[in-house]
């Protein structure tokens, strides 16, 4: 197969080199809102077959349901967007220097399982940094897990998609295995529950935001997501790591160690599905492993938000929520008597759908474009014109 | 006289730029058409508007004397404007058949019917001598080939007024003196051709009247014959410019660079790039590497500056041996390298100007304190640069690298790597591309360098280049040395000899 050049010079069509002009940041957001759009219509359209009659309000009940009961919603809102901001830093990272990290879910359910040992078994830790010990622990178990393909890719050249995937099951299934000799639960099949000592401390969100399962989980997943962004744009790190992402051989030739890039984005991006993990597993709302042989759903997710937040960890932060908000007015839907595994579907098409926001890049640019144009046409009045512009953009960009 | 295209007061503005100002151009029959203008003047816009890529904000186009509105490509055909543009537009895992009947292509049932077209393609190639074979894979064929492919293209859907955006930027000497023999056909069959370029050379050679622009303005029409050199290059320029730059005598001193013995294999067929190639490169002194593309240049090169494993042999610099040093310790140790392909290796495009201007130095003591960017020197130093080596672009340092134009990219490159402290500067093709200011800025850079003591190794495929510079001439032909001469001592005719294979000079005669 014939590799796409990224390094071609650009022969700007029309739209292309008027884009130039429109400001990155625009597009990018532009055409994220476009992608939430179009996975709303969607969600819409399957609930429209599902169950005509209260597709409407399930619609509604969806974009609303963040606050459908006030504070308490929005608590879990944010509970919910904890794991998922920090899986999608995880994807985006990786992303931003060359890498694919599908690796999520494996990351995560390892970081969890550390966490979770920590939590029930070193008990002798003073209960004000017991927490914080088995965070630490989820995050170095997931940089750990993530090493493996990070070392195969830089040094035996294995695709890093195909060995992460392989590390999502092998993942898996080690710590069921783990389990079993160590935190099993033989009644309900699962993890023993983390004592409350060792579960996030809620720094008095839980004030804030009453009865939601919120925690610090959220300040946290903040932080780190500022953090992100300042080690990317700041720091001769996240310089080498861009410069190895956008063009490999020019990093090569500036004489950047390529091989100890990959392994060190592999690493900071396992170590932020690892958090995820412990997020996920330490969360007030106290949730288990369950022995069975499946992939923990927000390593998946995470590919999703870091699409949506086009890799930017500030852009993450907002997908993040984002999807938090509509899995939580994905529970409220209920109410109207959707199955729970529709309201899954609903909700996976919205955000699936959403995460495809680099193919609206181009349109996005384009109704900017459209937009400026049309307004600067009627400010000019030059009404001939606009017509015949606005087809010749399409064309181009079909 | 009738004019075939006729372009009056043609605007065309972009936010922030105006890329065509009132210009006018007018082409008349079977006449080869020069289009004269430095990189950024507005020549590939003027004729983009032309073929209907872009929209003009102002005035009017006649073809055959009729006001038109050409409002995309197609339009275009209809009128019988065909246009070669710079970079190929090729389907690479296609035959070269099935890329030239692309959008219109004969269908018996529904289904792709090429017997005719593969007819009509060989009988075009063999009226014009193009030698493209119908049913080879344009990836198997070279660049030539695939602009003779494109050329076809436009052959095929019967154009007769031919557009040529840069054609030669791609092709070896033999290829362009084929090329021009091709378009003076053309022109003998009532066709009518503009020439993109900014090789003036070119122009003499080929063509009869010239058309000058200079940033977005019209400057002048001439009659190629009545005008020199030196008046079409002041007339693009705005300036004077110096064709042959006056080159001091020089000391020569120590030994910067020992190459010794030098094999390069390559890794895919196990076939020797690169055989035992030795040479020096003294303090204060020129060394030009010539040779036909691939015969080894960029690959003796590329082994030099890191960029490829070396099979044996030894590289020497100052007293070290620095063979399998990596890339960056031969950037420290004062190695500057302006690379071949600016694009894959020479800069990021998707970082912004000054991102790209400390590429090797990001980590030094001045731009960080602790792992942190230091941004305030980071803004000097490209301010400093942009201002020195007068980068130009839209947004100054913070231009995204992709938008800037090819010389100015160049010239970013330059800077970057003249202004670091070195004493080895390898230059590979640093005028590749590039219009008569740009070159000769370069040219002088590197001049500038040898004044200054330092060591310069140039590689490139213009025997203008070479001439003009070295001190020396290496000549490679097959990956080994054939020659080793002194410049004053030899002539283009004697270096094409050496660089075709035919002859060998004293002390490298075949064994």
């Known amino acids: ?398 | 006289m009738d004019y075939v295209i006729e372009m009056v007061d043609i605007t065309k503005k972009f936010p922030g730029v105006i890329a065509n100002d009132k210009v006018n151009f007018k082409l008349k029959k079977g006449e080869i058409h020069a289009l004269l203008g430095e990189n950024g003047a507005g020549k590939s816009t003027l004729m983009s508007v032309l073929f209907g890529l872009y929209q003009p904000d102002g005035g009017k186009i006649k073809v055959y004397g009729e006001e038109v509105k050409i409002n995309n490509p197609n339009d275009a055909n209809e009128l019988n404007i065909g246009m070669v543009h710079q970079h190929f537009k090729l389907v690479h895992n296609f035959t070269v058949a099935e890329n030239i009947v692309l959008g219109m292509e004969d269908t018996k049932n529904g289904f792709i019917s090429m017997k005719d077209s593969i007819k009509k393609i060989n009988d075009l190639s063999k009226k014009y001598g193009l030698k493209v074979e119908a049913n080879s894979i344009i990836e198997d064929i070279s660049v030539g080939m695939q602009q003779r492919v494109e050329i076809l293209k436009m052959l095929y859907r019967d154009a007769d007024i031919l557009i040529f955006d840069e054609p030669t930027a791609v092709l070896t000497p033999q290829e362009i003196e084929e090329l021009m023999d091709i378009m003076r056909q053309f022109a003998k069959e009532g066709k009518s051709i503009v020439l993109i370029t900014h090789k003036l050379r070119e122009i003499k050679a080929v063509a009869e009247r010239c058309t000058v622009l200079r940033k977005g303005k019209y400057i002048d029409t001439v009659e190629v014959k009545d005008t020199s050199m030196e008046e079409m290059a002041e007339m693009m320029v705005g300036r004077k410019v110096l064709f042959d730059i006056e080159k001091q005598e020089n000391e020569i001193n120590d030994t910067i660079l020992t190459v010794e013995k030098l094999n390069v294999r390559d890794l895919i067929n196990n076939k020797l790039l690169v055989k035992d190639v030795s040479f020096e490169v003294k303090e204060g002194e020129i060394l030009a590497v010539a040779g036909i593309e691939g015969n080894g240049q960029t690959q003796l090169v590329e082994a030099i500056t890191g960029l490829r494993k070396i099979d044996s042999g030894k590289v020497w610099f100052k007293d070290k041996d620095i063979t399998h040093a990596p890339v960056r310790e031969k950037t420290l140790q004062g190695i500057a390298h302006i690379p071949e392909d600016r694009h894959k290796y020479g800069l990021v495009l998707d970082f912004t100007l000054e991102e790209n201007l400390i590429l090797q130095d990001y980590f030094k003591p001045q731009f960080q304190n602790y792992g942190f960017l230091n941004f305030p020197e980071i803004h000097k130093h490209a301010e400093e640069l942009i201002e020195n080596y007068d980068i130009r672009s839209g947004k100054g340092r913070l231009t995204l690298t992709r938008s800037i134009s090819g010389g100015n990219q160049q010239k970013a490159i330059i800077a970057r790597e003249l202004s670091r402290d070195n004493s080895l500067v390898i230059a590979v093709q640093p005028t590749r591309g590039l219009d008569v200011g740009a070159i000769e800025y370069i040219r002088k850079s590197l001049l500038q360098k040898r004044k200054e003591n330092k060591a310069v190794l140039l590689l490139s495929l213009e025997l203008d280049d070479v001439m003009n510079l070295a001190d020396r001439i290496v000549v490679m032909y097959e990956g080994e040395i054939v020659a080793n001469v002194m410049a004053e001592d030899t002539n283009e005719n004697k270096l094409g000899l050496y660089m075709a294979g035919s002859k060998r000079g004293d002390g490298y005669e075949k064994n």
């Open chain 1, 1 to 398: 197969m014939r590799k796409i050049d990224k390094d071609k010079p650009l022969k700007l069509t029309t739209s292309e080199l008027l884009a130039l002009d429109v400001s990155k940041a625009k597009v990018s957001i532009l055409s994220s809102l476009l992608s939430i759009f179009m996975g709303l219509v969607l969600g819409m359209i399957i609930m429209l077959i599902v169950k005509p009659e209260s597709s409407f309000g399930g619609l509604a009940t969806i974009l609303t349901g963040g606050f459908q009961d006030g504070a308490q919603s929005f608590g879990n809102v944010l509970h919910y967007s904890t794991p998922l901001i920090l899986a999608g830093l995880s994807v985006g990272f990786a992303f931003k220097a060359g890498l694919f990290n599908i690796g999520g879910a494996g990351q995560i359910v390892v970081g969890g399982f550390v966490a979770i040992y920590i939590g029930v078994k070193w008990t002798w830790l003073p209960s004000e940094i017991h927490w914080i010990v088995a965070m630490l622990g989820a995050g170095l178990a997931g940089a750990l897990w993530a090493s493996v393909p990070g070392l195969l890719k830089a040094y035996r050249n294995v695709h890093e998609v195909v060995a992460t995937i392989m590390m999502n099951y092998i993942g898996m299934y080690l710590v069921l295995i783990l389990i079993k000799g160590s935190v099993y639960n033989s009644d309900k099949n699962e993890t023993v529950s983390v004592p409350r000592a060792a579960r996030l401390p809620r720094w008095g969100l839980d004030k804030i935001f009453e009865g939601s399962y919120v925690s610090a989980g959220i300040i946290i997943a903040i932080i780190v997501s500022i953090i992100i962004y300042i080690i990317i744009f700041k720091t001769t790190l996240g310089y080498q790591l861009r410069m190895v992402g956008h063009n490999r051989h020019a990093a090569k030739y500036a004489g950047v160690n390529e091989k100890r890039n990959i392994v060190y984005s592999m690493l900071i991006a396992g170590a932020l599905a690892g958090l995820a993990g412990g997020t996920i597993y330490l969360s007030p709302a106290g949730r288990h492993i369950e022995i069975v042989s499946q992939l923990v759903s927000e390593g998946f997710d995470g590919i999703a938000v870091a699409l949506l937040g086009m890799s930017h960890p500030l852009g993450v932060l907002f997908a993040g929520f984002f999807f938090g908000y509509i899995k939580t007015g994905g529970f409220y839907m209920q109410s109207w008597g959707f199955d729970e595994e529709i309201i899954n579907i609903i909700i996976a098409s919205i955000i699936y759908f959403s995460a495809l926001a680099l193919i609206f890049r181009t349109k996005a640019t384009q109704i900017i474009l459209l937009f400026g144009k049309w307004f600067r046409n009627i400010f000019k009045k030059e009404k001939p014109k606009d017509k015949e512009n606005r087809g010749d953009l399409d064309e181009e960009d079909n």
